[in-house]
C-alpha cells in the first residue's frame, strides 16, 4: 500500500447486489462483542510461523491451506482463484482465496465483501514477516468469520476475499507492479451480471498495531477519474464514480459512527490522502464501493522489524468490532 503512486486503466461496470431483507440491528446482542482479539492474534501467529509469504512461495501455499482448514471448520465454503502474470521476477502463479458460507451461498449473489491480502512483500536483504502487514489483517479475518458464523443468516450475505500479490516485487506498487490478486478478482466481477455484483467491500491492511490509529481511505487518486473520463470519451462502459464516491462517504460517516458508539473514537479516523491498495480495483475496476481501514503510521512498514511483537490482540479486537459494527448496522441496512 503507498500513497501517491500512479494506477492503470482496466474495464469498467456499475455494481449492483442482492437486496433481500436482511436481519435488523439488535443494540444489546451486536455482532461486534463477540470479537476476541486473543483468537484472531492466534491466527496472526501461526501466519507468521510460517516465514516470509511472498507471491508464488511454499511458505505461501502453507498459509493458504491454513486459511482453507480454518475457515472450514467455521462453516465456510472456499474457492481459489488462480491466475498467472508477468511480473518483474517473471511469471508467477497467484491465488485469491475466497469464502461463503456454506455451499448453498456459492448459488446466488453476495451483499458485500470483507477482505485482506495475505501475502507479504519479497525481500533478498533481510527476512520480512508482515506480521501487521498481511498477518494482522488476515488473522482478524478469520476471526471475524467466527463471530459471523454464529449469525448463519448475516454470513451468507457476505465473501471474505483473501487477495494474493497485493504487495509489489519492486519498490512500490505501480501501474504494472502489484495489486495482482485485486485487479484480477475485480475483472472478474465484470463477468457477472450487474444484479449479482457486491454492493460495498471492506479491506483491512495493517490493523494490528500495538498502538494502533486508524485512518480509513475513501478518497480515489485524480489519475483514476482522469482514466475513467478517457475510456469514456473512447465509448467504454465506465463506473459511475460520483455513486461510488458517494457510497464512500457514506461508509466513511458511518465508520466515524460505529466507532463512537463503542466508545472507539480516539483509534478510528478518515484520511485525508488517498492510499493506494486492494481497494482501488474494487472502486475502480468494478465499481464496488470499498472502503480500507489501514493504520499507515506503523514506523516497522517493510523493514525486519514488522514482527509479532509489534502488533496486539487489543488492537485487533477494536479494529474487528469497529469494522464488523459498521458492517451489521450501516452496510447491510442498504438504506444508501
Not at 451486536?30 to 510461523?49: C, I, M, R, T, Y
Not at 488517498?274 to 480500507?292: A, E, K, Q, R
Request: net charge negative.
Amino acid at each position: 500500500m503507498k500513497r501517491l503512486a500512479p494506477f492503470l486503466a482496466l474495464f469498467f461496470l456499475l455494481p449492483t447486489g442482492c437486496s433481500e431483507p436482511v436481519p435488523s440491528f439488535n443494540e444489546a446482542d451486536p455482532l461486534d462483542a463477540k470479537v476476541s482479539g486473543e483468537k484472531a492474534f492466534s491466527h496472526v501467529s501461526a501466519l507468521v510461523g510460517f516465514g516470509p509469504r511472498p507471491a508464488g512461495s511454499e511458505a505461501l501455499e502453507r498459509s493458504r491451506q491454513y486459511l482453507e482448514k480454518e475457515l472450514a471448520t467455521l462453516g465456510w465454503v472456499t474457492r481459489r482463484q488462480t491466475f498467472k502474470k508477468k511480473t518483474p521476477r517473471g511469471q508467477i502463479e497467484f491465488t485469491n482465496l475466497t469464502a461463503r458460507f456454506g455451499e448453498a451461498a456459492w448459488e446466488g449473489p453476495v451483499e458485500g465483501l470483507l477482505a485482506s491480502h495475505y501475502d507479504t512483500k519479497l525481500y533478498d536483504q533481510f527476512e520480512f514477516l508482515g506480521a501487521n502487514d498481511g498477518g494482522s489483517s488476515t488473522g482478524l479475518l478469520v476471526e471475524l468469520a467466527r463471530v459471523l458464523a454464529e449469525r448463519p443468516d448475516t454470513a451468507r450475505r457476505i465473501e471474505l476475499v483473501f487477495f494474493d500479490g497485493e504487495e509489489a516485487f519492486g519498490t512500490n506498487i505501480t501501474a504494472n507492479d502489484g495489486l495482482y490478486g485485486s485487479k484480477h478478482y475485480a475483472g472478474q466481477w465484470l463477468l457477472k451480471p450487474e444484479r449479482d455484483r457486491p454492493r460495498w467491500g471492506v479491506l483491512l491492511d495493517m490493523v494490528g498495531d500495538a498502538d494502533l490509529n486508524i485512518r480509513a481511505a475513501v478518497r480515489i487518486p485524480g489519475q483514476s477519474i482522469r482514466e475513467l473520463a478517457e475510456a469514456k470519451e473512447k465509448g467504454a462502459p465506465v463506473v459511475d464514480m460520483v455513486k461510488v464516491e458517494e457510497a464512500l462517504q457514506f461508509f466513511s460517516r458511518h465508520l466515524l459512527d460505529a466507532a463512537g458508539e463503542l466508545d472507539l473514537r480516539d483509534h478510528v479516523g478518515v484520511s485525508p490522502d488517498y492510499i493506494i491498495d486492494d481497494h482501488i480495483p474494487l472502486n475502480v475496476v468494478s465499481g464496488i464501493p470499498t472502503i480500507n481501514l489501514i493504520d499507515f503510521d506503523f514506523p516497522s512498514w517493510h523493514t525486519p522489524a514488522d514482527t509479532l511483537d509489534k502488533i496486539s490482540a487489543d488492537s485487533l479486537a477494536i479494529t474487528g468490532r469497529v469494522t464488523l459494527r459498521l458492517v451489521e448496522k450501516y452496510l447491510l441496512a442498504g438504506d444508501w
